[in-house]
């Protein structure tokens, strides 16, 4: 079961905050990513700032280069010095073999952060998320609540790093 942790945020820039201390987390556990992986899973309506809060993560763990959306592609890779961080958006997928198929099960697993969106298009092949990440618009279109849930003991150890 995930334990939820629920952060209210007022605008894009409160998006890009969470986004580097979730990178600060994330740094700090590179040592147990290269050794078992982290998988995190993006949910919310198209434009809820699922790219936006990837875009920030990267940004804190010291990339910057361009950090496009992978909604075209299926997948984005970015080789950073401690691991690799995928980005993947299921969104196009019409059947959820197309994750098999396609072979993105070598994307997971040590020594890469994966972070995907619409995930529940790739399910059941896609793995088990350690990080699930809820990102709810509010009506203002500026405001966002988000809950984190730590999904597996590498998600919780994330947790109470980021969130110290």
């Known amino acids: 079961m995930c334990a939820p942790f629920f952060k209210n945020l007022s605008d894009e820039h409160e998006m890009e905050l969470l986004g580097q201390d979730l990178a600060k987390g994330l740094d700090s556990l590179k040592d147990l990513i290269k050794e078992k992986g982290l998988t995190i899973r993006l949910n919310g309506d198209l434009g809820a700032g699922k790219t936006?809060?990837?875009r920030a993560i990267l940004r804190g763990l010291g990339y910057q280069r361009r950090v496009k959306s992978p909604t075209f592609?299926?997948?984005?890779i970015y080789k950073l010095e401690a691991f690799t961080l995928n980005h993947f958006d299921f969104y196009r997928f019409e059947t959820p073999e197309e994750f098999e198929d396609a072979g993105f099960r070598e994307n997971y697993g040590p020594g890469q952060v994966t972070i995907s969106e619409w995930t529940s298009k790739a399910e059941p092949f896609v793995p088990e998320a350690d990080v699930e990440i809820d990102i709810t618009q509010g009506a203002d279109e500026q405001t966002r609540e988000v809950k984190?849930?730590?999904?597996?003991?590498v998600g919780q150890k994330l947790n109470n790093e980021w969130n110290k």
Request: charged fraction near 15%; glycine fraction near 0%; include cysteine.
């Open 148 to 153: 984190i849930s730590a999904c597996s003991e």
């Open 73 to 76: 592609s299926l997948l984005e």
């Open 52 to 54: 936006t809060l990837t």
